[in-house]
């Protein structure tokens, strides 16, 4: 088969019954999560319909300050989203710490995979740029939102064992290291899960919308492979950030744990 299949207004109405499926479970059982279900999809159709007109008039007049302001747009809302899922209030320095982390591993990991892994000229070209950037953002925003669980979590469990080690003698970021290792893993863990199912137990999104649109599967895997590894890239570099600069926030000057939550 050549070409793609288009998706008219009816076909796109159509998938819409999965959603239908879904509230009437949740309405059956009791689970009381319509609302929910309904204003998600309503906002996902409507980003994603804002999205497309924005980087179709960016494709056809590429410019590298509408490409970054679209990027900045992202990491302002990937903060946002985070900040907004946290079942704790952080304070002003690790909010701080949350945002600085995940902006500039993103960014490093987008630039290196951009400008060393595929030579994009011109850098800001947005049919890479914003999709790549939106994969590497996506995962990594993800990440730091259970880092940072896991990291409050951990401390706050282990908060008789890291005073004690304090009073013996050890610095913070060693009478907390269990609990910042703890909170790094857990949150790498499930983009190396993906990493070991892809493939084989699924294909990816980045690489099905490139066969679909009729690119080589050889190909499709290299920018997959690729992808993927800047992926995991961004969100390393974020969790390590996070959790170095992150630990110390919950310690005073005195080095005392400092937990107000």
Known sequence: MN???SIGTLQMALAYVYVLVLMAIVKKRGIGGEREIL?????MTVQLVAVGYVLGFMFTSP???ATVSV??????FAVHTILGRLRFRPGRQLKKVIAGSLVVGTTVSTAYFLLAVIGL?????PRYFIPVAGM???NSMTGVAVGIERLHSSIKNRRDLIETALMLGAPP????RDAANEAFWAAVLPTINSMLGMGIVFLPGMMTGQILAGVSPLTAIEYQIAVML???GGVTAALYLLVDAGTRTYFNRRCQLDLAD
């Open 3 to 5: 070409g793609v299949i």
């Open 39 to 43: 204003w998600s999809s309503f906002r």
């Open 63 to 65: 410019h590298p300050l």
């Open 71 to 76: 990027y900045a747009l992202m990491q302002v």
């Open 121 to 125: 000229k011109p850098w800001f070209d």
């Open 136 to 138: 590497i953002v996506g």
């Open 173 to 176: 970021e060693l009478a907390a």
């Open 230 to 232: 800047a992926i995991l």
